[in-house]
T-cell receptor, first 118, second 114 residues
Framework: AQTVTQSQPEMSVQEAETVTLSCTYD???????LFWYKQPPSRQMILVIR??????QNATENRFSVNFQKAAKSFSLKISDSQLGDAAMYFC???????????????FGQGTILTVHP | NAGVTQTPKFRVLKTGQSMTLLCAQD?????MYWYRQDPGMGLRLIHY???????AKGEVPDGYNVSRLKKQNFLLGLESAAPSQTSVYFC?????????????FGPGTRLTVL
């Protein structure tokens, strides 16, 4: 079974600065997908960014980028030019590649609460 | 499109009572999931369904039952609620197995069992 670990229960950043959230995972699979979800106080789960394991290039979505280190099984999220609206709980998640019995199930980390100071 | 909706949004139960949480999606998605979210543990999969009339156990299925009689609805039942089932419950749906198919989440149901 796969496991996802977020070792930072809480992080804080000043507005306009950069912050990096850490995530490590354990798997014996070679093909899989990794995600970062944002959960603001409204509780709505919002997909921030996605990385396919077979792609060496790190994914980028505007101010959000990842550092994907497949050999180290590490998947960190970097938020640049932090904004007050970035304050939320962030979850790292793992999904097996299609096929087999995975059926798109997500395995989540414990979450990191991000506070943004004005 | 309303996306994924959950009913109710909040509920308080006494130990031993039963209830059903309803998840509905209007995107014609094949796959549906029920997760629970607890502090310090992230979201954990309870049950899931890969199509109308099918259900399967996830990571933490004990104490829950599910049904998917219609493609658009996925029901989560608690037959005899326990305080350990106090949690926030999320439903999600997904179109199919394509790698690009995103999982869409409902707004969650906060359940308290006294």
């Amino acid at each position: 079974a796969q496991t996802v670990t977020q070792s930072q229960p809480e992080m804080s950043v000043q507005e306009a600065e950069t912050v990096t959230l850490s995530c490590t995972y354990d798997t014996s699979e070679s093909d899989y997908y990794l995600f970062w979800y944002k959960q603001p106080p409204s509780r709505q789960m919002i997909l921030v960014i996605r990385q396919e394991a077979y792609k060496q290039q790190n994914a980028t979505e505007n101010r959000f980028s990842v550092n994907f280190q497949k050999a180290a099984k590490s998947f960190s999220l970097k938020i640049s030019d932090s904004q007050l609206g970035d304050a939320a709980m962030y979850f790292c998640a793992y999904r097996s590649a299609p096929g087999g019995t995975s059926y798109g199930k997500l395995t989540f980390g414990q979450g990191t609460i991000l506070t943004v100071h004005p | 499109n309303a996306g994924v909706t959950q009913t109710p949004k909040f509920r308080v139960l006494k130990t031993g009572q039963s209830m059903t949480l309803l998840c509905a999606q209007d995107m014609n998605h094949e796959y549906m999931y029920w997760y629970r979210q607890d502090p310090g543990m992230g979201l954990r999969l309870i049950h899931y369904s890969v199509g109308e009339g099918t259900t399967a156990k996830g990571e933490v299925p004990d104490g829950y039952n599910v049904s998917r009689l219609k493609k658009q609805n996925f029901l989560l039942g608690l037959e005899s609620a326990a305080p350990s089932q106090t949690s926030v419950y999320f439903c999600a749906s997904r179109r199919g197995t394509s790698v690009l198919n995103e999982q869409f989440f409902g707004p969650g149901t906060r359940l308290t069992v006294l």
